[in-house]
């Protein structure tokens, strides 16, 4: 490898490894010194050891968090206040040896770790390692509680009453001590949705945190109390404050014995001894240290963007309380490890963030939040209390005891510490409001504010509680109990000859609320577009123009013998895949596919759908086996009771499965009560049974199938366990069902939904047979045709071409999304005109120049586009925003003006990385290649430099942001000064690009002529003019 290349690559792995070690503390790296595979993902237990252990708890955050959060730079003042406070005393902390292990909250616990220094290499042999010369060493645990002694008396000192300059606040701190056995452990390991590598959290445990828990209380603002355990080792040290009447046992620390001992030669001692830099990571253990680091943050550090990362943002907090777990027995450590793990998994699972697990006096304490990047979705809300549910059944199966509290709110999300030492954190009145629910929510039950109950979808139940009384609030708090509502609406074929689809049920949407007539109204609407791709291909494969009138919520007229079309999946059974993003239209075509079908070609429909939600194995075997079960009544008397029904026609053979059975009817157990182990063999049981009714069932009568798979907002579905769940059960399906249809068996036919498509052989038969419709969104015409029909306009009247061309760039045909535009229009921007009998007779638009579509977050189609936005890594991320900067094309030495420009030591290597996130963000259709605009000087002059050069060059790259959408919600993430910025550096960038070159070529060849200096030239010139005068 090159030279130059190789130190570019250390440089930035330099850079790298001094922002990571910040999020590691010292005794990792310790232990990593001492044996190489104890922080193997194996290792539980890391370090063992003895010393002192502080706790130290602040007051004031709360009021300045509360204080920043309504204004505008709240995130920047709240992190510039943490960095001052904290910088200052975590230098005083790393100055006394002590290792700050975990922030929690506004508290930090930190391990001073009772090292033997006489045996150290830097000892001098002549002070002991207390500091003070002629007294006796008092050994190496007095020592370490001697110490953590003096480093909290100089914090006081410092740092008491810390005036923040916000609105008056002050911080002050009051500290416990305590001391004994401590060992530090690492657990979960679990990948989070993001990212290959596993998460560990590493957390401290021992006597020494039940001492502090004790302590810490009974000390007020600007006190240190010490443990009697810590007490007996220093107290010939140390000067005892005022006596605690109440727990004489514990003493408050008033001072050093300056006789003796004084905290600056305690803190210079533990310097000149102080051997860890010798076992500091290097950039070699990279791979290790961002296993304890959350992975946006670690990207953010790559970047060099860390400081990014601190704003304030609307998340929801989880405080998880659990108990009945001894840590320190011989099987604590194995058990906290899956407790961790299935915890993991759990939060992993709803697209959430482990923030922090950590151990204290009163058990274990998780936090959890959901709404950190690149984990932003708009249900949020409804992901935390979901995942509440799934880790209450966690507890239930370690036989733990747990409390659950969440809240959701306006939160500074950041970084805290210095660059000495420092973790990502959340602080504010929501952090702190879970944390009082948790305390006050029974076992194993969860409690939530009201502002989580008013975000969350309809798929959750709040039972209202008695409001509490919260410390630092005048009213009281509303609090609601969470329940999972459990799917009661019956799937498939009804008794009334009605189609009962899955999607009537499905929570989110626009049409979420959506009687079943209104579905039916919006799958007219969308499928009379005889130009939409969509419904052409839906019915050159049906062999037959789209039907209103079979879409009018009544019961169907199912004929006596259906007439098949002459060619394709209904005429001979096969796999139909429905495929396209959320709002596209799947799921109208397969309602006019299945109700044509029925009608039509006597084909009986069975359904079965998972998401979006984990844990859904179960709702797809039931509702295959619900509306298997539909289109047996439909065709012959079965009893009204539907376990029975089952038994009628499936007892005799499967009666040792009719246990299973009755279970997944009856919904004997919630979601939250059975194991994934349960679940998978319940849907293989249902699976099993339906595909021996239906290939009885397909002797007489045509089946079609339909299967979908709801991804809502999930951002990264395909480490789901449940989208392989599936795609398992649709080739089961297709294999047992489809592929095996006879000669004598009528049509089998299975329609897939799904918003994207792995490598399936029932995927690949619809490629095959060319039966995968991929679809796309409307053009402008059709556009212009469903925004009539939307506004319910007379079939002479015209959308006005402002409006129909707006809405076509904003929503690229997308119908959902020309639905919410046209419902956010209506509200300032359209207006519509109606006739004498109240009809509307024509429609005219207004300022739609002035619409800023970024404002529209509560919309799916702009919300939805934030998360897409939040998700993208850190450099990709500032590309795009820097490019919705530029009105039109733009190169890559645009962009690297601002972040690497090429006339400050860059590098290729910084433009390749550059270049990267450009394709990336061109396969995800947010950036477009473009050719070079006519007019640009700039390449022209360049390309004939190239071209005069080197004929085979290639010519200057042009990019640009096309999709308005993406444009204005991407640009409204960006400040004005620093677009400014953006532009300046790329007009500067231009032309000295464009001059510069011309300039310091004159200049070569000036310097290549021979020089004369000017006192020779003079003298020269007198010479010649002599000679021709002589």
């Known amino acids: 490898m090159d030279t130059s290349v190789l130190s570019w690559f250390n440089n930035r792995n330099g850079d790298t490894l001094q922002g990571a070690l910040a999020f590691v503390p010292w005794v990792l790296q310790q232990s990593h010194a001492e044996r190489e595979d104890s922080l193997n993902e194996q290792e ?67 391990y001073f770790p009772a090292f033997d220094d006489t045996k150290s290499p830097k000892y001098n042999n002549v002070v002991p390692p207390h500091g003070s010369w002629g007294l006796p060493d008092l050994g190496p645990m007095a020592t370490a509680v001697l110490r953590a002694c003096a480093c909290c008396i100089e914090i006081h000192k410092r740092l008491h009453m810390f005036d923040t300059g916000v609105d008056g606040v002050f911080l002050c701190l009051h500290i416990g001590i305590g001391c004994g056995d401590v060992r530090i452990l690492q657990v979960g390991g679990a990948e989070p949705p993001e990212t290959h590598v596993p998460r560990l959290e590493y957390f401290l445990a021992g006597p020494a945190l039940e001492q502090i828990a004790e302590a810490e209380p009974l000390a007020k603002s600007g006190e240190t109390c010490l443990s009697p355990e810590a007490w007996k080792h220093v107290q010939s040290c140390v000067v005892a404050g005022e006596a605690l009447e109440l727990r004489p046992e514990f003493h408050l620390l008033a001072g050093m014995d300056e006789e003796k001992y004084t905290f600056p030669t305690v803190k210079c001692a533990a310097q000149e001894n102080d051997n860890r830099a010798a076992q500091q990571f290097s950039s070699f253990h990279l791979p290790i240290i961002r296993r304890y680091i959350p992975s946006a943050v670690y990207k ?96 239930k199966r370690l036989q733990l005891g747990g409390r659950f509290g969440v809240a959701t709110g306006k939160t500074y999300c950041g970084v805290r510490g210095s660059a000495r030492r420092m973790e990502y954190t959340v602080l504010g009145d929501c952090v702190n409001l879970s944390v009082q629910l948790m305390r006050r929510a029974p076992k194993l039950k969860i409690l939530c504010d009201d502002k989580t109950k008013l975000r969350c979808s309809t798929e959750i139940i709040f039972n209202a509680m008695a409001p509490i009384k919260v410390k630092g609030k005048s009213a009281s708090i509303p609090i609601f109990q969470p329940a999972a509502k459990e799917a009661d609406g019956f799937v498939g074929l009804t008794s009334e000859m009605k189609i009962a689809f899955p999607w009537y049920e499905s929570p989110f949407g626009d049409m979420s609320s959506l009687t079943a007539g209104e579905y039916q109204e919006a799958v007219i609407r969308l499928c009379s577009i005889n130009s939409w791709q969509g419904i052409r291909r839906a019915c050159e494969m049906l062999g037959g123009d789209f039907q209103n009138k079979i879409h009018n919520d009544q019961p169907l007229p199912i004929p006596e013998h259906g007439s098949l079309p002459l060619s394709g999946p209904f005429a001979k059974g096969g796999v139909i895949v429905l495929e396209g993003p959320t709002g596209i239209g799947k799921t109208e075509v397969a309602e006019h596919m299945v109700t044509h079908a029925l009608v039509t070609f006597r084909a009986f429909p069975v359904f079965g759908s998972m998401g979006p939600r984990p844990g859904d194995a179960v709702k797809l075997g039931a509702q295959l086996l619900e ?404």
């Open 300 to 395: 953010q550090i790559e970047c060099g963007t860390l400081t990014y990362v601190n704003e304030m943002r609307n998340i929801s907090v989880i405080h998880i309380s659990g108990m009945s777990l001894n840590v320190m027995s011989e099987t604590g450590p194995a058990q906290v490890q899956e407790l961790v793990a299935s915890v993991q998994k759990a939060c992993y699972q709803h697209e959430g963030t482990l923030n922090k697990f950590l151990i204290n006096d009163k058990g274990m304490l998780f936090l959890l939040v959901f709404g950190l990047p690149p984990l932003v979705h708009t249900d949020d809300p409804t992901r935390a209390v979901l995942a509440c549910f799934d880790m209450v059944k966690v507890f």
């Open 44 to 110: 539980i237990v890391v370090h063992k050891g003895e010393g002192a252990v502080v706790f130290s708890d602040a007051s004031g955050f709360t009021a300045l968090t509360e204080r920043l959060a309504k204004r505008s730079d709240g995130a920047g003042l709240l992190s510039t206040c943490l960095t001052n406070f904290f910088t200052p005393l975590l230098d005083l902390i790393n100055a006394y040896r002590g290792d700050v292990i975990k922030f929690s909250g506004d508290a930090l616990t930190v």
């Open 627 to 1030: 509306s298997t079960i539909g289109i047996f009544r439909a065709t012959r008397s079965l009893p009204a009771d539907q376990f029975e029904a089952v038994k009628a026609i499936a007892g005799a053979k499967f009666s040792d499965k009719l246990p299973s059975l009755k279970q997944m009817i009856e919904k004997e157990g919630s979601k939250d009560q059975l194991s994934n182990e349960k679940s998978k063999e319940l849907l293989e049981t249902a699976l099993e049974v339906v595909v021996h009714l239906l290939t009885e069932f397909s002797q007489s009568s045509s089946v079609i199938m339909t299967l979908q798979f709801e991804y809502g907002t999930s951002l990264f579905p395909k480490k789901f366990e449940d989208q392989t769940i599936f795609w398992n059960a649709v080739t089961s399906l297709y294999n047992r069902f489809i592929k095996s249809q006879p000669a004598t068996s009528k049509p089998r036919v299975m329609i897939l939904v799904c918003r994207d498509r792995p490598w399936n052989a029932a995927v690949e038969h619809a490629m095959s047979t060319n039966t995968l419709l991929s679809l796309d969104g409307l053009d402008e015409d059709a556009i212009s045709q469903y925004v009539s029909s939307y506004l319910n306009l007379p079939p002479d009247s015209l959308v006005p071409p402002p409006l129909r061309y707006f809405v076509s760039q904003v929503t690229l045909g997308n119908p959902l999304h020309i639905r919410e535009t046209i419902d956010e229009l209506i509200v300032h921007h359209i207006q519509l005109n109606q006739g004498a009998g109240g009809q509307i007779r024509s429609v005219e638009a207004k300022d739609i120049d002035k619409v800023n579509v970024s404002e529209w977050g509560h919309t799916q189609m702009v919300g939805n586009t934030i998360c897409r936005l939040e998700a993208l890594d850190p450099l990709e991320s500032a590309v795009l925003k820097m490019s919705t900067c530029f009105v039109g094309a733009f190169t890559l030495g645009d962009l690297a003006a601002s972040t690497c420009p090429r006339w400050a030591d860059s590098t290729n290597l910084d433009f390749l990385l550059l270049f990267q996130a450009i394709r990336n963000l061109q396969h995800v259709d947010m950036l477009e290649s473009v050719d070079p605009p006519t007019d640009d000087l700039r390449s022209l002059a360049i390309e004939g430099a190239a071209e005069a050069t080197n004929p085979n060059a290639r010519k200057l790259q042009y990019f640009q942001t096309r999709n308005l959408l993406i444009r204005q919600v991407a640009g409204a993430m960006v400040l004005e000064v620093q677009k400014k910025a953006v532009k300046r550096q790329a007009l500067i960038d231009r032309a000295l690009l464009r001059e510069l070159p011309i300039k310091m070529a004159k200049l070569a060849a000036k310097r290549k002529q021979q020089h004369i200096p000017w006192y020779y030239e003079r003298e020269i010139g007198r010479h010649i003019e002599f000679s021709v005068t002589m």
